[in-house]
């Protein structure tokens, strides 16, 4: 919890910035001196408070095959 806060306080500190990308022998690397800065989107309270509902929703086929492997551990260990 306190990480979330530390991080959304840094969105209103930090500036937003990008560096200019180039497909370089089949990789994308980034251009030297390209670096310039964009419009920031400082996150509020809505955003601290759905972000472990998003997280969650993102996470949810892992979470669900997690449980399965855990169900099926578990019959084998009762079968045995």
């Given at each position: 919890?306190?990480?979330?806060?530390?991080?959304?306080?840094?969105?209103?500190?930090?500036?937003?910035?990008?560096?200019?990308?180039?497909?370089?022998n089949?990789?994308?690397?980034?251009?030297?001196?390209?670096?310039?800065?964009?419009e920031?989107?400082?996150q509020?309270?809505?955003?601290?408070?759905?972000?472990?509902?998003?997280?969650?929703?993102?996470?949810?086929q892992?979470?669900?095959?997690c449980?399965?492997?855990?169900?099926?551990?578990?019959?084998?260990?009762?079968i045995?």
């Amino acid at each position: 919890m306190l990480i979330m806060i530390v991080f959304i306080v840094f969105t209103w500190i930090i500036p937003a910035g990008e560096f200019e990308y180039t497909n370089f022998n089949g990789r994308q690397i980034v251009i030297p001196n390209s670096y310039h800065k964009v419009e920031s989107n400082p996150q509020g309270l809505f955003a601290f408070l759905t972000a472990p509902i998003k997280s969650f929703m993102s996470a949810a086929q892992i979470i669900g095959f997690c449980c399965f492997i855990l169900i099926i551990i578990n019959s084998a260990n009762s079968i045995f």
